[in-house]
């Protein structure tokens, strides 16, 4: 069974910084493109940022120049650096990746989620 796990939210003051991490586990025989998503109260899901096997990085408008997204291959693993945080970076982050595993062809595995809460 294949899972993603996050970790590294919390409560940080505007301008500061945090490090989401993610990791997958299971029965994983390759990872294609991972990414992270947000989502605010109200608000649908939308793309944070997100980084294809060979390393090439997409991000949403609103956070370029501020958050950077790293993945290490060899340990399933896909990280969120986000500094200069803004009150309206207040959301749940969500980790996704593109799996192929011993349970499915490639699919789209989600984790559940941490709490990034930016406030003063």
């Known amino acids: 069974q294949v899972q993603l796990v996050e970790s590294g939210g919390g409560l940080v003051q505007p301008g500061g910084s945090l490090r989401l991490s993610c990791v997958a586990s299971?029965?994983?025989?390759?990872?294609?493109?991972m990414g992270w998503y947000r989502q605010g109260p109200g608000n649908q899901r939308e793309l944070v940022a997100a980084?294809?096997?060979?390393?090439?990085?997409r991000y949403a408008d609103f956070v370029r120049g501020r958050f950077t997204i790293s993945r290490d291959n060899a340990k399933n693993t896909v990280s969120l650096q986000m500094n200069n945080l803004k009150p309206e970076d207040t959301s749940v982050y969500f980790c996704?990746?593109?799996?192929?595993?011993?349970?499915?062809?490639?699919?789209?595995?989600w984790g559940q989620g941490t709490q990034v809460t930016v406030s003063s």
């Open positions: 996704k990746a593109d799996i192929l595993s011993g349970d499915s062809w490639f699919t789209d595995y």
């Open positions: 299971g029965s994983i025989y390759s990872i294609n493109a």
């Open positions: 980084i294809t096997k060979g390393g090439s990085t």
